[in-house]
């Protein structure tokens, strides 16, 4: 190649190199989202928590408080015939769990009308896992991320009051039918006395697909074997602090604890993309196994404490439904896990109440 | 022109432009991803991992190649600094992409995520379960990766500043036609 004429001046050349290259570094920048701030993403969404219910570093910032779990699942077989999904076969596989109450106070009083959650992951062969995280309703109050971040903005508590600002709550419910059907069916449905006598849903729709490759809309729920009343909720600030919690240990202390892995399949015309509408209670239900827990651990010690119930976290032949909420907790819930693994782990409130010796 | 002897070889300008757009689309996936909730989020988490995987094992086939097919000599003319900016920085981007899987690899074991592939492949953890682990790596994946995008641009750059400026043949050694 012939050297450059002396006389032609290389600023042209330049400007256009600084075009190009600022151009593919704005492009980075639009596609990283620093150009679009309203944009949600995982951030965001641990943004919202942290802003309702203030900032406890190092912990969880939603179902902050928790008890490990472990124990296995004994499958019948009875699922083969809807999912190819391995821990569908007749056998038995390890389950890690985690029960824990809605909130984001690591050392909040169970006594709350809140949610009482299950989660679990179950290890399967060649390195696959099912994770999933559920609640003891079988609805959600809200149907995707933009709506999380608002009622997480609505319902954020007054210091003195501790209750939302009723003008705001107000404003957003009117706008979300939804979120009061939600608050409507948490006002009337009971609240399980214990953690062993709750029913956990699935709270979204999944698919799940058969060795034919057929694939169906899903959602499953674990039934408890062990029956039991339901609390008072007029006197459920009277509880002692941790007695959810303290009531699973002791029965477990007893003898294993199981549920039943119910499937729930939807008929044409069922929601699937939407976890504040509930199915019709007449639609097909399929036993497909037996949970069995038998051992609580702190999650200091637990195991539970420093993974995520990612429920997108799944094992071939069960895959995600159209429900936009789905990546929305996995976004939030890897947002949540970044921050409290730089933040660090701090011991858990039922760790601290055994070396207490208050138990 | 195709007697030149200081042009890269097939083999290395094809791994090259590959791995160019490999890596470019795998930053731009990165930073996309994590910035929405949308189902784009988990559509391109699925993508993100055996794309990191096949670059990590090109990264290390590139490797090793180019330490058996020494790189055409610089310009005589350019600069003593420029040179050594120029094979500096070459060494780091090496480095990066094969730091980058690696790196997101052993996050994601430390944070006891599985590492799914495929349908039918989810690779083994690379080191223990650590929440710290997992917090130091997941902030190192995201400050190697800004850094290894700066460094594409200015390689971006002075490639062409080599061939609209200094005219010189040395971006034609990699992009040149035959």
New interface residues.
Partial sequence: ????SPSRS?WP??A??GV??GL??L??LW???WLQPS???????ADSLEYNAGKHPGWRRAHTKGLCVTGHFDSNGAGVALSKASVFRAGSVPVLGRFSTGGSDPFGPDGRPTFHSLALAFHLP????WRTAMDHTPIFPVAN?ADFVALQIASKPDPVTHKPDPAKMKAYLAQHPETQAFLDYMATAPLPASFATGTYYSINAFRFIDGNGQSRAVRWQFEPETKGGDLDKKTLDQQPVDFLFDDLIARVKRGPLRWHLVIVLADAGDRTDNATVAWPANRRHVDVGTLVLDRATPEETGGC????Y?P??LP?GIA?S?D?L???R???Y?AS??R??????HPDAISLAAKGGQK | MSTRPDRFSPVARTLHWTMAALILAMLFIGVGMVSTAEPLYPTLLAWHRPIGALILVLALIRLGYRLHHPAPPLPADLPAVQKLAAHGSHWLLYATMIAMPLIGWSMQSAGGYPVRLTTWLVLPPIVPRDILLYGFLRSAHTVVAYCFFALILVHLAAALVHALIRRDGVFESMAGGR
């Fill in positions: 190649m012939p050297p450059s290389p050349a330049f256009l190199i190009a290259v593919l570094a492009a980075f596609v990283a989202g944009r949600i993403g995982g951030g965001k969404l060649r390195g696959e896992e991320a404490r420093d993974i995520t990612d997108l976290v071939n995600p159209d936009p789905l990546a929305a996995s976004a939030t890897a896990f970044h409290r693994a730089v933040e660090g782990p």
